[in-house]
């Protein structure tokens, strides 16, 4: 039993900017991180879809993370990535405005949500990690895309 909470003790996050503020999401959920590519726009998709890629023959939906947050983001530029991530059965691609690291931070300095002063809804928030003086907020991606939004960007 001691070794299962050991191991649950450390997490390893991928940190990426958006705006002013840093995010992670867990690097389990990242399959890849890609230079920004040209977006295939998809008519009827919801205002935070910014269309599709074809990632060696598989297509995967691209979604503006700043938008469904309701951010503001910075300008795209060299630094601009797509963050391949996975949840449940979906790849979908994030728009970020930088990937700076990964970190391995301990389980205990993840805090659940505190109350919010950020625009960022908290039914998207997992907690926030208390890293050095940083204040890093780490992404739920299972409610990123709602599981009906998921189910209909599914290709």
Avoid: C, W, Y
């Avoid at 958006?18 to 959920?29: N, P």
């Avoid at 449940?88 to 949500?113: C, F, Q, T, W, Y």
């Amino acid at each position: 039993m001691a070794e299962e909470a050991r191991a649950a003790e450390e997490m390893q996050l991928v940190v990426f900017g958006l705006g002013r503020e840093e995010f992670a999401v867990e690097v389990t959920q990242v399959r890849e991180i890609i230079r920004m590519e040209e977006i295939t726009r998809m008519p009827k998709s919801p205002h935070f879809v910014e269309g599709i890629i074809n990632l060696r023959g598989q297509i995967i939906a691209v979604i503006d993370l700043a938008k469904r947050l309701n951010i503001p983001s910075g300008e795209r530029g060299p630094e601009t990535r797509i963050i391949v991530v996975e949840a449940g059965e979906v790849k979908v691609g994030m728009i970020v405005d930088s990937v700076s690291e990964v970190l391995r931070v301990s389980s205990e300095a993840v805090e659940p949500n505190p109350s919010l002063a950020s625009d960022v809804s908290a039914a998207f928030l997992q907690g926030v990690v208390k890293h050095d003086n940083r204040l890093i907020i780490l992404l739920d991606l299972t409610k990123i895309l709602s599981l009906e939004e998921m189910a209909g960007l599914g290709f």
